[in-house]
């Protein structure tokens, strides 16, 4: 039974709890501030004074110590007995490790152009388009990237950032060997095409396939590249183009991320594009959000609506995966939840 104090205990958490997401913004803030100035490595070598790396860093010292007490209510730093002293956590220790690292997700999904973008959320729903990029004065999220040469390594950094932490569960759970070629279709820095090629010899060459502008970029990874997957990279391209024009022939085409960037229409077009450029035997892997629960915490559904407000884009259960892929002509031979992607498995009808 549950008795009064009960009933306004849950009520005051309740309250809390909406008070918590009011308040996300503050929280997203003060971790952008920390990832930016790079708290968390002057904490490397033990606990040091708010006081000291503020001098350090060139801030205010006070707003430095509070700022870190706060994210230290959220285990992001500890703050220890001696006044205005922290040490590292866990979660700070990851904020520290030097890029390629989680900490470019951080800094993309936590920047000043995605916060500012969401001042427009409401015009989004209203309009039933992505308002997000005009917010910011675009018209698109690729013109921004476009626009600001400083922002698509940002970008591009981040999405190596989010396939490392997905890319032991793709590799365990999918069989590439049976394939020659392998095309990743919008593969950016070919994080996800090296490991691949690494963890599957038999493949005998692969296409990292991206816009020009990531293309040209990706120059500047080759010592990177030769330094982590030195076998791999003989049978590795980079190959530039756009996938609403045409993509090079392969085995199987991998699309991590992509479709969840564009509406059904569009993605659409860019399975004509590859089907023109399929075998009869090709097969197209997507990894991408596959939306399952209701009414649960769940990361997809979040994204889905950053996805909706941003780019026009969308996260999809496996019912809608499947009306996709026929309205293009396609039979979805599985769908299924790896835990932190999903896949779907496509062959010509
Ligand atoms: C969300 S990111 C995903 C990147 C990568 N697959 C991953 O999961 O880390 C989308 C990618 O699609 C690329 N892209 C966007 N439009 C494209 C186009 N028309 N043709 C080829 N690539 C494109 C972007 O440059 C970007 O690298």
């Not at 015009?123 to 910011?136: C, I, R, T, Y």
């Not at 502008?213 to 010592?223: D, F, Q, R, Y």
């Not at 026009?312 to 996709?324: H, I, Q």
Request: charged share 25%; net charge negative; glycine share 6%.
């Amino acid at each position: 039974m549950i008795s009064i104090q009960d009933d306004e205990q849950i009520r005051l958490d309740n309250e809390r709890f909406l008070l918590d997401v009011a308040t996300g913004h503050w929280k997203s803030r003060a971790l952008n501030f920390a990832l930016e100035a790079k708290i968390a490595s002057h904490l490397v070598n033990g606990s040091k004074s708010a006081f000291t790396i503020a001098k350090e860093i060139g801030v205010n010292p006070e707003f430095l110590y509070r700022t870190m007490r706060a994210l230290s209510s959220l285990g992001i730093f500890r703050e220890e007995e001696e006044y205005g002293v922290f040490s590292q956590t866990p979660k700070s220790a990851i904020m520290a490790e030097s890029s390629p690292s989680w900490t470019d997700g951080l800094l993309f999904e936590s920047h000043d152009f995605t916060y500012k973008a969401w001042t427009s959320f409401r015009e989004s729903v209203k309009e039933g388009k992505a308002m997000g990029p005009q917010s910011l004065g675009y018209e698109s999220v690729w013109s921004l990237t476009e626009q600001n040469p400083s922002y698509a390594p940002i970008l591009q950094r981040a999405m190596s950032s989010f396939t490392a932490q997905a890319i032991n569960t793709i590799i365990r759970e999918t069989d590439f060997s049976p394939f020659e070629t392998i095309a990743d279709i919008g593969g950016s820095q070919g994080v996800l095409l090296l490991n691949i090629l690494k963890n599957n010899p038999s493949v005998k060459k692969g296409y990292n396939f991206d816009l020009p502008i990531t293309i040209e970029n990706n120059k500047s990874l080759v010592s990177q590249r030769e330094s982590e997957f030195k076998n791999e990279m003989a049978k590795f391209e980079d190959v530039a183009g756009s996938f609403f024009d045409s993509v090079p022939e392969a085995d199987c085409y991998t699309l991590k991320y992509i479709f969840h960037d564009w509406k059904d229409e569009k993605c659409v077009e860019i399975l004509e594009t590859i089907s023109k450029s399929m075998k009869p035997n090709s097969k197209i892997y997507i990894f991408d959000s596959v939306i399952e629960t209701k009414n649960q915490p769940n990361g997809f559904v979040w994204l889905d609506l950053h996805m909706m407000h941003y780019v026009d884009g969308r996260e999809r259960s496996a019912t809608e995966w499947k009306a996709l892929a026929n309205s293009a002509g396609f039979k979805v031979e599985s769908v299924v939840s790896l835990g932190m992607i999903g896949r779907v498995i496509l062959s010509k009808k």
